[in-house]
């Protein structure tokens, strides 16, 4: 399997460019199964959300596909790379075709950079393939000289489908 360096070190007012390749690195992270440094990637008080409705504006007085801190976060990494997990036998593999993340805001003053990223995400497990539509966008931060999600919101294009079990991460 091919790698991905180490999470670069970043000046304190990341460039465009730098907080792109972060957006490209996570989705690859995920498509490789690396989780944990996918997990890595996130600040202790981030957020993984993915809105039930469309143009939903708060996670909490409505419900949610998902809504997860990074604790629930890592005790899917858990699941998902534990040897009695039988949902997870085969493992679900995935894959993102994202197009260009686009920077939609930047506040060096409150360390605050917003990315926007249109894609298609397919997960597989057996026989059976799934394919979802979606914007994502990344509310980032620079800790420690290390980019950082402090908010990744999923909008699926058709959010209010019935949806099987979605295993892994978009």
């Known amino acids: 399997m091919s790698t991905v ?3 670069p070190v970043v000046n304190t007012v990341p ?3 730098e907080l792109m390749d972060f957006v490209v690195r996570e989705a690859r992270l995920i498509d490789q199964q690396r989780f944990d440094e996918w997990l890595d990637m996130y600040a202790d008080d981030a957020f993984y959300w993915m809105p ?11 419900c949610s596909l998902m809504y997860e801190d990074k ?3 890592s005790i899917r990494v858990e699941r998902l790379k534990g040897a009695r997990t039988f949902s997870q036998k085969p493992k679900s593999r995935c894959h993102h075709v994202l197009q260009t993340p686009q920077v939609d805001s930047r506040d060096p003053s409150t360390n605050s950079y917003v990315t926007w990223t249109p894609m298609h ?3 597989t497990r057996l026989d059976e393939q799934t394919l979802y539509a979606a914007w ?4 980032l931060g620079v800790e420690n000289g290390r980019l950082k999600i402090k908010l990744k919101r999923v909008d699926l294009i058709n959010c ?3 949806f099987g079990n979605i295993q892994l991460f978009m």
């Open 71 to 73: 604790l629930l976060l």
């Open 5 to 7: 360096a180490e999470a």
């Open 15 to 17: 460039t465009d460019q």
């Open 52 to 62: 039930l409705e469309w143009n939903q504006t708060d996670p909490r007085l409505t």
């Open 136 to 139: 994502v966008t990344h509310h």
């Open 160 to 162: 209010d489908a019935a």
């Open 121 to 123: 995400y397919v997960e």
